[in-house]
């Protein structure tokens, strides 16, 4: 048989290949000859063999076949084999494969062979692929390699111990009288190797860490070794950039960070050595940049002094000025998770954050977004809604909604004034009213409704955006539901705020009209502006036969939503005229009610109760009671009551009757539909903090006063954090901001929060800013809790979540117990 082509020869072959099938049809025609000589026991070619197997299978083909030859080459006396017989192995096999096995016995000989080159292939290996029963097998001599003073195999014996303790963690302890010397050496690849397997012991292990802590003191040692690569000289054998081994530093960071977490005297013992790192590092090269991150990284997750955390935001600062966009995005990442525990030092930097919000980089436009949120307080909300309103007129479509979202939330607990409130929402509604949530046009209605001396004002406002451009259509829901609402005000012009405009009943009536027949009305638009012309009718006094001409005319119309509420209001004009003045009479004030997905929370005195959501019509026959409570049966617990529902309030019998009639017999109170009777209705006392629950002024800190943040969850990649805010007016007020992050690879949709409290407290539970966790922590959703403990008894909560995830619904529940002291007294 004619000696096979060499690797070489075999490369150049396939690269002459001009299409797949061509090469497809050399490799073939290779792996037969290679073949041929396994079964012939060929053992000149078997490591030739092997060599061109191997770069077959990295090009995507396949060589399983050539598994017991790489076994042979190990069991082989030659250097050469057995170098090209690990390197199979370790491409080749798996400890999912049988086969594997049949190593043990050679690589424990290769382990105590007199070469050091040929121990270092079995550790390299066995570091590799070993599986957990290889690992318990030659775990001894792994650590009598690790003990060893040849520092070739020193360094490769402590990353093979990583690789044991991964697989079997019981044998940890094994390595630990091995490790005690290993800072002790001089040579800088046995140094990051052994920091490389501290790490892994001290995350793997609380006793290990708390040992390494205590009793070995590990925490001066690695101080010593960083202030000497800091201080130390041009070295030509590890300067990178003019910077003394850099890979070396990093790895002693990560340590002391994980060393000094939520211990003091370990971060009071690294402080200082912090502090010349973020000092001394030199920022013109990435290099420098690199281990100034990862100090960033260690002072914001020790117990550091707050000169280095101000020192470490700073640094953060310098990176948003770097003109590398990797830099400013992780600068950008790295303040938005330390705003809430940092947010003085944070807003030093907020002209920098701002401006990149212009920068051409998309995922740097949302960081910087996301953390322009964060920064928003009681005093800068002025100048901050201006720059994220201009950048909401900017930016790319798929800003537009969380953008929106932000503003609103910030907007609704910041705003200096109820006029500022309104304009900024009409401003979102203008610039990008197709992306708002759905929930934005009842809400701007109730905050209009609950602005009694701004209504002639408001009405004004949206009369003039709306006048020739209904594109945006929640905009125009709004307007046309102030127009019905104020119409009065508009025409007799009493608006004080800005100069009154002169408008006829026509001129109000020529705008409905056109909004009614817009190819750009939607039907739920359409719904809007019948009713603001049905409700004219006992506001405007000339135009009344034009009224009804119009509502006539969509009695016959092919939506069928449209045309209902026309016969309706046809019925009004003709049978029921005598009523239609109290039934379109001015709505009151709103009382506030959140939503949070798909239950209300109704709050009361003292209790929380989840109700379904009302829809158009009211839903016919009795609600049962234990719906309302369903949550509450959920959460359990004593301390928990169900809520009463409040009667309906009675009409007089014969006003009652009548609409019932106009309205086909709609049981509207959910009672019998016979003549209500006077129901004895519970006096349940509101107080102020609830009922005034859209007040506009700033009535809450913009600092969290020191209390600590807190985990209320994590499991299955969902991850739940609480920030506290006390109130200025009221102490007994605490309100919570929750964040969920989602560290999966895939987000999860339809996610709704909801909470419940025992009965001394009351909670008030705001909308979140969106229904998608995204995935990698790349975003979060907000959501704000207001919870009033008039007694200052400990807080507990328990909270239910759902959401979808991988194709399927999931649904959790918690209870929250570990709420800081400063938080509730």
């Not at 490369?11 to 001009?18: P, V």
């Not at 617990?637 to 409040?646: K, L, M």
Request: hydrophobic residues 40%.
């Amino acid at each position: 048989m004619p000696a096979p082509i060499r690797l070489r020869e075999l490369i150049r072959t396939i690269r002459t290949a001009r299409t797949q099938a061509e090469e497809r049809e050399m490799i073939q025609k290779e792996c037969a000859a290679i073949r041929s000589s396994f079964r012939e026991e060929d053992n000149t070619y078997r490591c030739r063999n092997v060599a061109k197997l191997l770069y077959m299978h990295m090009l995507g083909y396949p060589a399983h076949f050539g598994q017991l030859e790489c076994l042979k080459l190990i069991a082989s006396q030659k250097f050469t084999d057995k170098r090209i017989g690990y390197l199979g192995a370790m491409l080749l096999l798996d400890e999912r494969q049988d086969v594997h096995l049949l190593m043990t016995n050679c690589i424990k000989n290769d382990l105590n062979h007199s070469t050091q080159f040929v121990q270092g292939l079995a550790l390299c290996t066995l570091g590799c692929m070993g599986s957990s029963e290889m690992c318990r097998d030659l775990a001894g001599e792994v650590e009598k390699l690790l003990k060893t003073s040849n520092s070739y195999l020193r360094k490769k014996a402590a990353l093979c111990a990583v690789h044991v303790i991964r697989k079997v963690p019981e044998l940890m302890e094994m390595f630990l009288p091995a490790t005690k010397n290993l800072l002790n050496e001089k040579n800088h690849g046995v140094l990051h190797t052994s920091v490389v397997l501290l790490t892994e012991m001290c995350e793997r292990s609380p006793d290990m860490l708390a040992h390494f802590r205590k009793n070995e003191k590990l925490v001066p040692q690695l101080v010593r070794i960083l202030k000497n690569l800091i201080m130390s000289g041009y070295s030509p054998e590890h300067d990178v950039s003019g910077i003394s081994d850099p890979f070396l530093q990093v790895r002693i960071l990560r340590l002391l960070r994980i060393l000094g977490r939520n211990d003091d005297d370990s971060s009071e013992a690294m402080n200082d050595i912090l502090a010349q790192v973020a000092t001394n590092t030199e920022t013109s090269k990435n290099v420098g940049n690199a281990i100034l991150y990862e100090t960033v990284l260690t002072i914001m997750d020790i117990k550091s002094e707050s000169g280095l955390r101000v020192l470490a935001i700073n640094i953060l600062g310098r990176f948003l000025l770097n003109n590398d966009k990797n830099i400013r995005y992780v600068a950008l990442t790295s303040l938005l998770k330390t705003v809430q525990t940092d947010h003085n030092a944070v807003q030093r930097h907020r002209s920098t954050i701002v401006d990149c919000l212009k920068d051409l980089d998309v995922s740097i436009k949302r960081r910087a977004m996301e953390l322009s949120f964060a920064l928003v307080n009681g005093n800068n909300i002025r100048g901050m809604m201006k720059e994220l309103l201009y950048f909401l007129d900017s930016c790319e479509p798929e800003f537009k909604a969380d953008c929106a979202s932000g503003i609103f939330l910030a907007a609704e607990k910041y705003a200096p004034s109820k006029r500022w409130h309104i304009d900024t929402i009409m401003r979102v509604l203008t610039t990008a009213g197709s992306y708002v949530r759905d929930d934005a046009v009842p809400n701007l209605i109730q905050l209009i409704t609950n602005s009694v001396e701004m209504h002639a004002y408001t009405v004004q406002r949206l009369y003039k955006a709306i006048l020739g451009d209904y594109s945006q259509q929640p905009l125009v829901q709004v307007a046309a539901w102030c127009i019905g609402e104020y119409g009065d005000l508009l025409v007799s012009g009493q608006c004080e705020e800005e100069e009154p405009i002169q408008v006829t009943e026509d001129e109000v009536l020529d705008i409905l009209e056109s909004v009614l027949i817009s190819n750009m009305s939607t039907s739920v638009t359409r719904g809007y502006a019948l009713t603001a012309i049905m409700k004219l009718s006992t506001r405007f006094t000339c135009t009344v036969n034009r009224i009804k001409k119009v509502v006539s005319i969509y009695g016959s119309s092919i939506d069928v939503e449209l045309q209902q509420r026309a016969v309706e209001y046809n019925a009004l004009f003709k049978k029921y005229d005598h009523m239609r003045s109290a039934l379109l009479e001015r709505m009151p004030v709103m009382e506030k009610v959140t939503t949070n997905g798909p239950t209300e929370i109704v709050q009361t005195n003292g209790e929380t109760e989840p109700a379904p959501l009302e829809t158009k019509p009211p839903p016919s026959g009795p609600q049962p009671t234990s719906q309302a409570n369903d949550l509450l049966d959920l959460l359990g617990g004593n301390d928990i009551t169900p809520v009463i529902p409040t009667a309906p309030t009675s009409k007089p019998a014969s006003a009652g009757g009548e609409l019932l009639d106009l309205l086909g017999d709609i049981n509207l109170t959910g009672a019998p539909a016979t003549a209500p009777t006077p129901a004895p209705v519970p006096q349940i006392s509101q107080p102020p903090f609830l009922l005034d629950g859209l007040s506009s002024q700033p009535l809450f800190n913009d600092i969290a006063a020191g209390i600590p943040s807190i985990t209320a969850y994590s499991k299955n990649g969902l991850k739940i954090e609480f920030t506290f805010e006390r109130s200025n007016t009221n102490p007994s007020v605490t309100v919570i901001t929750i964040q969920a992050s989602n560290s999966t690879e895939l987000d999860m949709t339809d996610f709704v929060f909801q909470a419940a409290v025992p009965k001394t407290f009351q909670l008030q539970l705001l909308s979140p800013s969106s229904s998608i966790v995204p995935a990698f922590n790349t975003g979060t959703i907000t959501q704000v809790i207001k919870v009033l403990n008039p007694q200052k008894q400990q807080l507990r909560m328990r909270i239910k979540l759902t959401y979808n995830h991988k194709g399927s619904a999931m649904q959790d529940l918690a209870e929250v117990n570990n709420f800081p002291p400063q938080s509730w007294q």
